[in-house]
Structures are given as structure tokens and as C-alpha cells.
């Protein structure tokens, strides 16, 4: 799928190979063997944690 229109920026990830296993793992269970798809629930669930420590920290503060 073409995305250029959407400007986004891209990211690349260095992943070691017990993360890949996880995402592996993920998308088998979860997304009908795509990896793609693991990775972004994976990314979702790293974003929602990361917004929920930094609203703590703030509550704390």
C-alpha cells in the first residue's frame, strides 16, 4: 500500500531476537501469522503504557 500522502514520518526498530519471537508469537495467535499487525499492537501497548507512567508522574508531582 502506498502511503506517501499521508506524510508521515517512517522509523526503523532494531529488534533482538527474543522480541522477534514475541512478535512472532503475536501475530500467529493474535493476526493470522502478520507480523505487521503484531507490531503495531506491540507499539500501541508500548504508547499506552508510556502515556500512562508520564500521567502518574504528573499526578505525582
Request: a negative charge.
Amino acid at each position: 500500500m502506498h502511503q506517501d500522502h499521508l506524510d508521515m514520518e517512517s522509523v526503523t526498530l532494531e529488534l533482538d531476537e527474543e522480541e522477534l519471537e514475541r512478535i512472532d508469537d503475536i501475530a500467529f495467535a493474535d493476526h493470522r501469522d502478520n507480523r505487521e499487525a503484531a507490531i503495531r499492537e506491540l507499539l500501541d501497548r508500548w504508547l499506552k503504557e508510556r502515556e500512562e507512567s508520564e500521567s502518574e508522574e504528573e499526578a505525582t508531582a
